[in-house]
């Protein structure tokens, strides 16, 4: 496994890697690797030849300094993971060298940030879409892989893909969970033992809610039903539970059978901000 710092550095390896006619996979992550991740390095080791993946922890995607702040940071631990998933390459940048100075540059997603993480959180996406450019320059892979978990930066990221012609593929891979139903993520590791308790609500009211559609309830009720179980719930703090399409994001008044559509929730559990997603019609 080789780890490098620059694109520089990168460049070469790219080379060799298009002279060999051989394929490049790419995970961005932000590192404190779990399951989630490995599952999208198994992905790409599995549909290309060379696996490299990226942990940066992108400033201009946080909306909360506390947040950024108290990102995990296991860059060894999560090296020695790499190494037994038998990475290729590890891309390791310091911020210095992806943002020498803070880009003016903003995208605007126009609906699509209008909503949910867009709404609560106002210039994450563009935080994402500069990140992932820039990743895309400096990577070129021919695959890159993300996953479902966080299904409106998906759809984000599928914009900046078509209207920026990077010329890629992108594999999503469904969200990986632990065996009680909470979705991976690195923030689940600053939770308390009772707030990683509570953390269950947010997959729980999504697997309530996904049966009561299906049984032909109304979505305004069991939306409204779901969020006084959110309220009684002192240590959560509910932002959106939605329902909506997976792709466009518009937001749904009702559910209608033969139309794509996904529950969306975010809410925060003591201080932690988590989010989850359940498709129901994929
Ligand atoms: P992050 O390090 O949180 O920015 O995540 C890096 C990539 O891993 C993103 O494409 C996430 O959507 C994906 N990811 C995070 N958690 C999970 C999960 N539980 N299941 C599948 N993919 C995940």
Same mark, same amino acid.
């Given at each position: ?13 790219? @080379?060799?890697? @298009? ?33 490299? &993946? ?24 999560? #090296? ?9 390459? &590890?891309? #390791? ?11 003016? #540059? ?7 940030? *209008? ?38 930066? &998906? ?23 632990? /065996? ?9 590791? *600053? ?30 009720? &069991? ?11 002192? #240590?959560? /703090? ?35 901000? @988590?989010?989850?997603? @359940?498709?129901?019609?994929?």
């Amino acid at each position: 496994m080789q780890v490098f710092k620059s694109g520089t550095e990168w460049q070469k390896s790219w @080379l060799q890697a @298009l002279k060999t006619n051989k394929t490049i996979g790419f995970v961005p992550t932000m590192g404190a690797l779990h399951k989630g991740h490995l599952e999208l390095i198994r992905a790409s080791k599995k549909s290309t030849d060379l696996t490299v &993946v990226s942990i940066f922890v992108n400033p201009i995607q946080f909306t909360n300094q506390e947040d950024f702040e108290k990102y995990p940071v296991l860059t060894s631990q999560d #090296l020695e993971l790499l190494q037994k998933e038998k990475v290729d390459f &590890v891309f #390791l940048p310091s911020q210095e060298s992806i943002y020498p100075e803070k880009p003016i #540059l903003n995208f605007n997603f126009g609906n699509l940030e *209008r909503v949910l993480e867009g709404e609560f959180r106002p210039g994450h996406f563009s935080g994402v879409g500069i990140i992932v450019s820039k990743l895309f320059n400096i990577i070129r892979p021919n695959i890159a892989f993300f996953g479902q978990k966080d299904l409106q930066q &998906v759809a984000i990221i599928k914009k900046v893909v078509q209207d920026l012609s990077f010329p890629l593929k992108l594999h999503i891979v469904p969200t990986i969970r632990e /065996k009680d139903g909470l979705a991976l993520s690195s923030r689940n590791m *600053r939770l308390s033992v009772q707030e990683r308790e509570k953390a269950l609500i947010l997959y729980n009211s999504l697997e309530f809610a996904k049966n009561e559609l299906l049984t032909n309830k109304d979505w305004l009720a &069991v939306r409204k039903q779901m969020m006084l179980s959110f309220e009684a719930e002192p #240590l959560a /703090k509910l932002e959106y539970f939605e329902l909506v399409h997976p792709e466009t994001f518009q937001v749904f008044e009702e559910f209608e059978r033969g139309k794509k559509s996904s529950i969306c929730v975010a809410s925060f559990i003591g201080n932690i901000r @988590l989010i989850d997603n @359940l498709p129901i019609i994929p």
